[in-house]
């Protein structure tokens, strides 16, 4: 679920105020550098690239090299995302902010599992068009879920969810700035521009 609060006419006694009044933007940017950061996972990513792997060997796709050479690169790009989390986790630890890394921890970090929810539709095969909603908890799609066998699902247990996941990371390059505002803050902070 995604959401907009827009507050007008706001009074807020001074003691309270976080920033320079009028410069809320830039609280809310040094803010949000923490949640696109803090939002990528690699070995969430990882966990679902061996559940797409072994969906792709049960329905036969391990023999077809597109297929195989696709998995491989997100393999090879969500390795390297994850040295530049590592990196990123190591300079937080020191106290530093991670700046414009995070902006690009949460575009390559949503564009990465975006494109392994498009795999898993294809290795799922036609279990991939079902939609069970019964087969998420509430909150959405959940990795290890597995709903009771008398709710009438179809197909394998790791084909579940794989509908409910492309349609609801559709909104990761949306959400805490979309991924075209990402890369203007990449921009300027890293390039100069």
Known sequence: IQNDVFFSEVRVPKA???GKV??????AKYLMEFER????STPGLK???GRIHAMAAAEGLSSDHGFMARLSALAIEIDALEAVELQI???LSQG?????KSSMMKTVGTELSQRLTELGLEAAGVYGAAYQPHATQPGGPTPNYRPPADQGHVGPDDSLTVAAKYLNDRAGSIYAGTNEIQR???AKAVLGL
Request: hydrophobic letters at 45%; proline letters at 4%; zero cysteines.
């Open 96 to 100: 530093d902010a991670p700046g414009a």
């Open 16 to 18: 309270n105020v976080v």
């Open 184 to 186: 203007n803050i990449i």
């Open 47 to 49: 966990a679902r690239l």
């Open 89 to 91: 986790l190591s300079n």
């Open 22 to 27: 009028g410069e809320g933007w830039t609280v």
């Open 37 to 40: 950061g803090g939002g990528v």
